[in-house]
């Protein structure tokens, strides 16, 4: 029914463009979007205070029915949009079940609570309260209960549609010691958190996790990250999977609450994360960048966008750079200039691992989103190979591929290894199906379309192990694992070998 609905809304866009230009059509959609939109929100928030808008119970009622049906009836064309964007996609098997969780507490509680590095010592301690009074303060110390620092903070809210956030509120806190656990409390309520700060040198643990949702298999997956430790998680995009229905990013930030608020979260945007729309021009990225602050306006090499940035971690033995899949990239573009400056000032004998994520892959044999990340393949592809980057981690494509050393198609051993990882458990299910004689198939060295995540353990300047984890039953199976040498130390004889298994040994 959804693919007819589909295919009869774009016949009649066909239809419309023929006989009306399509200016026109825009301007004047927009126009009567925007009167009667203004007027069904002047009620919904005259009705939150308890106020009267007509001044008499019969208008307030016959208002109140058409302002109710406005937003049902956008709900319900939002959702067509998608289906419409997305129907000539790849098909899946069929979806698993949502996993909502809610909140019962009070409004002052802090819920979603999530912690993200600033810096080379401070943390930022992010939550939302349904009371939008509530205090931007954390309490923190390294005793249970026993809070010696307050720090301050500020906090945001947005709106769309009818849907108004709860306060989010942002904290940093600071200068904390390394591999060293702290206890805090948000807003002077609710429970008592405790977090681990990374470690100040090698060796260091990162989770991998790409396209997560929250579902069955988003459940499991964090599960088994939970059932051992580790020390940062890096997320190339595709979050919550709200897909502007936005009660979602709030039962999301609640899934991944109890992770999220002991070790921090390091995030990018993928697809799922723009929520913008055609005819109401909501902007891009508005719940994620509110949600989701990671620390773009901080350190030695601030990139302006909190779509894309960097940072360092184990005291600058590693340098992460997440990249914005869709933000600008092309040649001129502000990306592009700040990732050229970030780079140059990385120092591979103090800096030995180089580690990118972005959302859409630059390498991938999946049927699904074939050639998707060629234009920023193009782009960008030469500069990450001239600064011998050891890895780059894509999501996207929900299954598990990893590829050998590579550079512009071609197998080369001074090239980044790619590993797709989109298998975190999204509501759309796996891209089962891999092409077998696609150009890149020879450069494929393990393919598995199952839910699961990643970890990459360097163990020295020159070492680090990569594993990929699935999700069997009760425990994370290891499918796939591979040692890889830094390029900073590779060996010149190396350098110009031809590529293969050996590269990454």
């Given amino acids: 029914m959804a693919r007819v609905a589909a295919a009869l809304i774009r016949v009649m866009f066909h239809v419309v463009a ?33 106020l009267s808008y007509t001044g008499t119970f019969c208008g307030d009622a016959l208002v109140g029915a058409m302002a109710h049906s406005w937003r049902i009836l956008l709900q319900g064309l939002t959702s067509l949009m998608f289906l419409c964007v997305h129907a000539d996609e790849y098909v899946r098997p069929p979806p698993s079940p949502l996993v909502l969780v809610g909140h019962d507490k009070p409004s002052s509680h802090p819920q979603q609570v999530h912690i993200s590095v600033v810096g080379a010592n401070n943390m930022r301690i992010s939550w939302v309260t349904d009371d939008r009074k509530a205090p931007s303060v954390v309490e923190y110390g390294k005793s249970p209960g026993k809070y010696t620092t307050l720090a301050t903070g500020e906090h945001t809210t947005y709106q769309y549609f009818f849907y108004k956030s709860g306060a989010i509120h942002h904290v940093t806190i600071g200068p904390l010691e390394p591999s060293t656990t702290y206890y805090y409390r948000c807003g002077r309520a609710g429970d008592e958190f405790s977090l681990r700060t990374p470690p100040a040198t090698l060796p260091i643990e990162f989770v991998v996790i790409g396209d997560l949702g929250q579902t069955g298999w988003t459940a499991s997956t964090l599960s088994h990250i939970g059932g051992s430790d580790y020390d940062m998680l890096l997320l190339p995009g595709d979050l919550s999977y709200a897909d502007t229905q936005q009660p979602l990013w709030d039962s999301f930030g609640r899934l991944v609450q109890p992770l999220a608020s002991a070790r921090p979260w390091m995030v990018t945007e993928g697809n799922h994360e723009i929520e913008t729309l055609p005819v109401v021009e909501f902007a891009p990225f508005v719940a994620y960048n509110a949600r989701w602050r990671m620390p773009y306006d901080a ?113 080369d051993s001074r090239g980044p290894m790619y590993i797709t990882i989109g298998d975190g458990g999204n509501r759309e299910g796996l891209a089962l199906r891999f092409i077998k004689d696609h150009k890149s198939s020879h450069l494929s060295l393990f393919q598995e379309a199952s839910f699961g995540h990643g970890r990459l353990r360097i163990v020295n300047e020159t070492s680090a192990v990569w594993s990929w984890h699935r999700n069997d039953d009760d425990h994370a199976t290891v499918r796939d694992e591979v040692w890889l040498e830094s390029l900073a130390a590779a060996k010149p004889s190396l350098a110009t070998a031809a590529g293969g298994h050996a590269d990454e040994l």
Avoid at 24 to 46: E, H, T
Avoid at 309 to 318: K, L, P, V
Avoid at 333 to 343: G, K, V
Wanted: aromatic share 10%.
């Fill in 18 to 50: 023929m006989a009306v230009p399509v200016k026109s059509l825009a301007g004047v959609a927009k126009v009567a979007f925007a009167l009667i939109n203004r007027r069904c929100l002047g009620y919904m928030d005259q009705a939150a205070l308890g």
């Fill in 299 to 411: 350190g030695d090499s601030p990139s302006g966008s909190n779509l894309y940035y960097s940072f360092d971690a184990a005291g600058g033995a590693a340098h992460v750079v997440m990249l914005g899949s869709y933000a600008p990239f092309e040649e001129g573009s502000e990306q592009r200039r700040w990732l050229e400056r970030d780079l140059a000032r990385v120092d591979r004998s103090r800096t030995p691992w180089l580690v990118v994520l972005l959302h859409a892959p630059w390498y991938n044999t999946n049927e699904a989103h074939q050639g998707e990340g060629d234009r920023m393949r193009r782009a960008m592809e030469k500069m990450l190979y001239d600064a011998r980057v050891d890895v780059v981690f894509a999501g996207h494509v929900h299954a598990y591929e990893r590829f050998t050393r590579i550079y512009d198609n071609e197998a």
